[in-house]
């Protein structure tokens, strides 16, 4: 997936893809303080992205050492997860650090082409994306994480499927696939019921 996703943006690192992903999944599936909870991520130039924006409170990111904002510090990635709480999007470097955060994003958002129902989050993430050459990851409140590229929705990831899948590796050999009311369960097609002695 991060592999197709890099391929329409030529700034994209596979890397930092999969670690902004990885948390805005984690972010959609856990909320926080049991709540659901919405955020947006944006990759790309810092430097264009801040010149597009403007804080909309007190920048909680700003004047911390630059090793300390890297999105693959376990640390970062839940101060993330709290920050997420309070309004505005996350500007994230294309080397992968998290230099702002809290901020609204000013990007052309007439003649959008998008689905109806999306909120607010995907219409900026869609108009910077159109603005800007960055991509622009989205944590739906109804815990579904949209990925947008050059305008437009590119990729809808559902957190539960997404991480199922990064399990099912732990199975060997075929698998079978069985769905109830409710829950789909995948299981190996070595196991036999136990035999009676």
């Known amino acids: 997936m991060f592999e197709h996703l890099c391929r329409l943006n030529p700034q994209c690192n596979r890397e930092i893809m999969q670690a902004v992903i990885s948390l805005a999944v984690e972010l959609a599936r856990e909320g926080r303080e049991g709540q659901r909870v ?4 944006v990759v790309g130039d810092e430097a264009r992205l801040l010149a597009r924006s403007k804080s909309l409170i007190l920048d909680p990111l700003f004047c911390h050492e630059r090793k300390l904002l890297s999105i693959h510090d376990p640390n970062l990635r839940e101060t993330l997860k709290e920050l997420a ?6 500007i994230i470097s294309l080397d992968g650090y998290a ?4 901020r609204y994003l000013d990007a052309d958002a007439s003649n959008l082409d998008l689905p109806m129902g999306l909120g607010s989050r995907h219409v900026t993430a869609a108009a910077v994306t159109r603005a800007e050459s960055c991509t622009a990851v989205v944590v739906s409140e109804s815990a579904v994480v949209r990925v947008f590229f050059d305008g437009e929705l590119i ?24 769905e109830y009311p409710g829950v789909k ?13």
């Not at 709480?85 to 996350?90: E, K, S, V």
């Open 38 to 41: 919405g955020a947006l991520f």
């Open 85 to 90: 709480l309070l309004d505005g999007a996350f």
């Open 99 to 102: 230099v702002a955060g809290c």
């Open 155 to 178: 990729a809808e990831i559902v957190p539960e499927l997404w991480l199922l899948s990064r399990e099912m590796t732990h199975l060997r050999g075929p698998v079978d696939e069985r």
């Open 185 to 197: 369960i995948f299981s190996s097609r070595k196991v036999t019921a136990p035999t009676k002695e």
